[in-house]
T-cell receptor
Framework: DAGVTQSPTHLIKTRGQQVTLRCSPI?????VSWYQQVLGQGPQFIFQ???????GRGNFPDRFSARQFPNYSSELNVNALLLGDSALYLC???????????????FGNGTRLTVT | DAKTTQPNSMESNEEEPVHLPCNHS???????IHWYRQLPSQGPEYVIH???SNVNNRMASLAIAEDRKSSTLILHRATLRDAAVYYC??????????????FGKGTLLTVNP
């Protein structure tokens, strides 16, 4: 079975530009979450979407936005890129959304974004 | 979110058991203890979770202290493939916070051949 797939795997952008990252969840999973992982740190929660609605948002500026499509895939958009946005962006899917604390998250291998 | 404390790093030899500790003294009664690991150049991978009783699966065992203020992830026979950062995470089932995982820095496990 295919796991969570993310594209692209690597990306280089310039300060001020905009970027879109894509995620395809495991088949049957309706919940998608996004995390940012800076080098040497654990992943930090950005968004969760369930059934195409935003169900949770982490402490990130409004430059970060996301959406989930009818097929449950998701996009993360970051506007006006800063050097500090350089990180590994991870997408995770799970069977259930809010209220299902036992449902493990399945992570993709991430998109490495470098902002120069 | 309730906080967990883990050693920054640990070292083990191949084919020996590994005990990875986690302290969570402010755990609430509804918090589950989850463990994930992250191999080099990969996303985190779910390992195991539990509430009060010890748990076993094909990957590992989770031993939870009676007062639930600490837990230990046990790898029964470490392999080189187990070298990773291991994260201990508390995940509640109330207050709408259960949708996210709050990662700390985790424990970097090195396995020597």
């Amino acid at each position: 079975d295919a796991g969570v797939t993310q594209s692209p795997t690597h990306l280089i952008k310039t300060r001020g530009q905009q970027v879109t990252l894509r995620c395809s969840p495991i088949s049957g999973h309706k919940s998608v979450s996004w995390y940012q992982q800076v080098l040497g740190q654990g992943p930090q929660f950005i968004f969760q979407y369930y059934e195409k609605e935003e169900r949770g948002r982490g402490n990130f500026p409004d430059r970060f936005s996301a959406r989930q499509f009818p097929n449950y895939s998701s996009e993360l958009n970051v506007n006006a890129l800063l050097l500090g946005d350089s990180a590994l962006y991870l997408c995770a899917s799970s069977l259930s959304g809010v209220g299902s604390y036992n449902s493990p998250l399945h992570f993709g291998n991430g998109t490495r974004l470098t902002v120069t | 979110d309730a906080k967990t404390t883990q050693p920054n790093s640990m070292e083990s030899n191949e084919e020996e058991p590994v005990h990875l500790p986690c302290n969570h003294s402010t755990i609430s009664g509804t918090d589950y203890i989850h463990w994930y690991r992250q191999l080099p150049s990969q996303g985190p991978e779910y390992v195991i979770h539990g509430l009060t009783s010890n748990v076993n699966n094909r990957m590992a065992s989770l031993a939870i202290a009676e007062d639930r203020k600490s837990s230990t992830l046990i790898l029964h026979r470490a392999t080189l493939r187990d070298a990773a950062v291991y994260y201990c995470i508390l995940r509640g089932n109330s207050g709408g916070s259960n949708y996210k995982l709050t990662f700390g820095k985790g424990t970097l496990l090195t396995v020597n051949p």
